[in-house]
């Protein structure tokens, strides 16, 4: 009688110990959207179908949307990674009008870009991450022809990033294959003329309003995303 009770005990503690297996092999159907990678959709329903006996309760997964989709703006600011957006307040508004002369000695006044995109950067020869971005805007130059995209690289003219040390940068760099101008800030008029954190860049569309502006190292797959994107 002894005997055959500890076999009743251990046949149960066996039984307990594979259902607290099974049900802990469960995954869990709830997709985690946080750690979702950007412009990316997260199925519905698990990648397994269910069994016939619940075929009922099958929910159609949602069709992704066509590759060729443009991406918001809010859309491209929430899956941003390593810059921000700064100068909220000037977003939708018609950019100041100025005019600067490049390193070359041409004039370019902003106005005169109506019909194209224009992208302001901002940056300065001892500024790292600027350096890192050269072969992001190398590469956006290259996308775009001249018509449809204008890049001015705009840097302040002072003693630690004059106009000689611009000018000497670039000829050593020729992945800088876009206009740069070296200016004294106190000529640019706002939001321009108080740049506080470099690379720092203001994206104004075809019809001179201020898209976005950013701070920080943006890559050249968000670059052309934040050009192309609707507001």
Not at 49 to 64: E, L, Q, R
Not at 123 to 137: G, Q
Not at 143 to 149: A, E, R, S, V
């Amino acid at each position: 009688m002894f005997v055959g009770k500890i076999r009743l005990s251990i046949l149960f503690v066996t039984a307990a110990f594979c259902i607290g297996q099974i049900t802990g092999c469960k995954d869990d159907p709830q997709p985690k959207e946080d750690g979702a990678e950007p412009n990316k959709t997260v199925p519905s329903q698990p990648a397994e179908p269910p069994s016939s006996t619940t075929s009922a309760a099958i929910v159609k997964p949602v069709t992704p949307p066509p590759d060729s989709a443009k991406p918001t703006l809010g859309r491209i600011i929430a899956t941003r990674r390593g810059w921000a957006p700064i100068y909220m307040n000037w977003y939708g508004e018609q950019s100041p009008d100025f005019t600067v002369t490049d390193i070359t000695g041409k004039s370019h006044t902003l106005s005169d870009y109506k019909g194209r995109n224009v992208m302001l950067v901002f940056w300065a020869t001892w500024c790292r991450p600027c350096k890192m971005e050269i072969p992001h805007l190398y590469e956006l130059r290259k996308t775009y022809p001249q018509d449809q995209l204008a890049i001015l690289a705009i840097s302040y003219d002072n003693p630690r990033n004059s106009t000689e040390m611009v000018r000497e940068y670039v000829e050593d760099n020729p992945l800088m294959s876009y206009t740069v101008v070296s200016v004294d800030m106190s000529a640019l008029p706002r939001p321009y003329n108080y740049i506080t954190g470099i690379p720092c860049s203001f994206y104004i569309d075809p019809q001179g309003k201020i898209k976005l502006a950013t701070e920080g190292l943006v890559s050249v797959m968000q670059m052309k995303q934040i050009i192309e994107a609707e507001q």
